[in-house]
């Protein structure tokens, strides 16, 4: 099984940065766990600050994996394009989100990705990308 995870803008800099909302463990820290823990999935890891290198990732895995776990960062709340670049592809999306954003700022409430998404998780920390993967498994078996 073949599962692309993609990360927006900032998500290079989790644990340095407000580590009290975000935790202390790099992403590739805890990717490298995630990793060994699920020797059977192909996983392919993507991070880019720009919006369009996104798009065109989510274009590319979207025909090419079983599934894609997608935490857009900042880019949730204000880009179309990512939206609808979900509802282009063939790929499942499942949207993860490291913190609870209902319970912050309220511009973090609205997403541009939740409805073109098979699923969101939010609030969880880093284990939110563990139970999308598992989501994603049980779907194809
Ligand atoms: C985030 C939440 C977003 O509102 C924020 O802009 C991020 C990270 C999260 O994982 O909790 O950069 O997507």
């Given at each position: ?5 993609i ?56 025909f ?54 098979a ?8 284990k ?14």
């Amino acid at each position: 099984m073949k599962i692309a995870i993609i990360n927006g803008p900032n998500l290079n800099l989790l644990g340095k940065r407000e580590t009290g909302i975000y935790g202390d463990s790099s992403f590739e820290a805890f990717f490298d766990r995630l990793r060994k823990k699920y020797p059977e999935v192909s996983f392919h890891y993507f991070q880019s600050n720009v919006e369009g290198e996104l798009v065109n990732e989510i274009q590319r895995a979207g025909f090419e994996y079983d599934g894609i776990i997608l935490n857009p960062a900042a880019y949730t709340h204000t880009s179309v394009a990512i939206g609808d670049a979900i509802a282009a592809i063939k790929a499942p999306v499942v949207e993860v989100h490291i913190s609870n954003v209902h319970a912050r700022e309220d511009f973090r409430k609205f997403s541009h990705v939740s409805a073109k998404a098979a699923g969101s998780i939010f609030g969880l920390g880093l284990k939110g990308y563990e139970l999308a993967l598992q989501y994603l498994i049980s779907k194809e078996s």
